[in-house]
């Protein structure tokens, strides 16, 4: 879902269905049995997913947050999105697929997000009815007639690097902090997304998606605190990063697979203010470590 839910005009030409119910709560004096305002999430529709929509994901996660609360949602209400994906077809299963994960996931929990379910891993790998040549959408793995794993899909190693790399595993609080990118194309579009976390073992946490599909970005990275202080990276930094480089998928239907079809790549580095990050085209990076003090 991307837009308000409309229904007909009532008396007063409202026709919002959430800001109708919403006002019909308050009228009978029952809004405070609303303990949480839970929505599904499918930005795209149709069988063919170009490749620029996955400029789209933040705007629209954005937007239809919004939406719920212009709708008179009252603020602290628990927002949920309990089923989402990419649809898309053929999309879900290629790179495309890690990307919108790790943009949409992220970007739901940067405009206030209380809880976001992937929908669905189910163990099967059935052709897209609607799609002429769409085998695999939705899920994480590619099976055969027995339901024997053959191959991870993107979206596996995706949630991976959402929940096991930028994410520490386990139940301690991490912090997340509002981040911004300056990269940007010819039309405008941001092609760089940043997720920023300071996680419960000490490290800050930084996710880029590069979603420039045919280039890498050298970018440089700034943290400024509450005074307006900048510090940097400083020492050792992990690099963890799934592109196209490691994942391709070949659409055909029942033949369909990914070739290459590797794990996220790792390596390290030593930063410094000046350090340069190289994103690689269609990507997915986690950059992991400590920073210098405040200047």
Same mark, same amino acid.
């Given at each position: ?6 229904? #007909? ?32 999430? *499918?930005? *795209?529709?149709? %069988? ?19 939406? #719920? ?12 999105? @309990? ?18 994960? =790790? ?26 009815? =609607? %799609? ?5 959408? *939705? ?7 027995? *339901? ?14 959402? @929940? ?28 760089? @997304? ?43 930094? =992990? ?9 391709? #998928? ?19 580095? @030593? ?25």
């Amino acid at each position: 879902m991307t837009e308000d839910i409309k229904v #007909w005009p009532d008396a007063q030409g409202r026709t919002s269905w959430l800001g109708r119910f919403l006002d019909y709560l308050k009228a009978h004096d029952r809004i405070q049995d609303l303990a949480f305002m839970s929505f599904e999430h *499918y930005p *795209y529709d149709g %069988c063919e997913t170009p490749w620029k929509n996955l400029y789209q994901e933040p705007e629209l996660i954005t937007h239809i947050m919004k939406v #719920w609360r212009d709708d008179g949602l009252p603020p602290g209400t628990p927002l949920l999105d @309990t089923e989402t994906n990419d649809h898309g077809g053929e999309a879900a299963v290629d790179i495309f697929g890690a990307l919108w994960l =790790a943009d949409s996931f992220a970007g739901f929990l940067s405009v206030g997000g209380d809880s976001t379910h992937y929908y669905h891993d189910l163990p099967y790998s059935p052709p897209h009815p =609607a %799609c002429a040549n769409s085998w695999g959408t *939705y899920h994480m793995f590619m099976v055969d007639e027995h *339901y024997k794993i053959k191959q991870r899909t993107a979206q596996f190693y995706g949630a991976q690097m959402i @929940t096991q790399e930028w994410a520490q595993p386990g139940n301690a609080e991490h912090r997340q902090f509002l981040a911004s990118s300056d990269v940007r194309d010819s039309e405008g579009n941001i092609l760089v @997304t940043a997720y920023a976390l300071q996680r419960p073992d000490g490290q800050w946490s930084l996710m880029l998606i590069n979603k420039d599909h045919e280039s890498a970005h050298a970018i440089s990275i700034s943290f400024r605190n509450g005074e307006e202080k900048t510090q940097s990276f400083a020492g050792p930094v =992990a690099v963890i990063t799934f592109g196209k480089a490691q994942y391709e #998928w070949h659409a055909d239907r029942k033949r369909g697979h990914a070739d290459p079809d590797h794990p996220p790549a790792r390596s390290a580095l @030593t930063a410094d203010p000046h350090t340069l990050y190289n994103l690689p085209a269609a990507s997915l990076t986690v950059l992991r470590g400590k920073l210098s003090a405040a200047e």
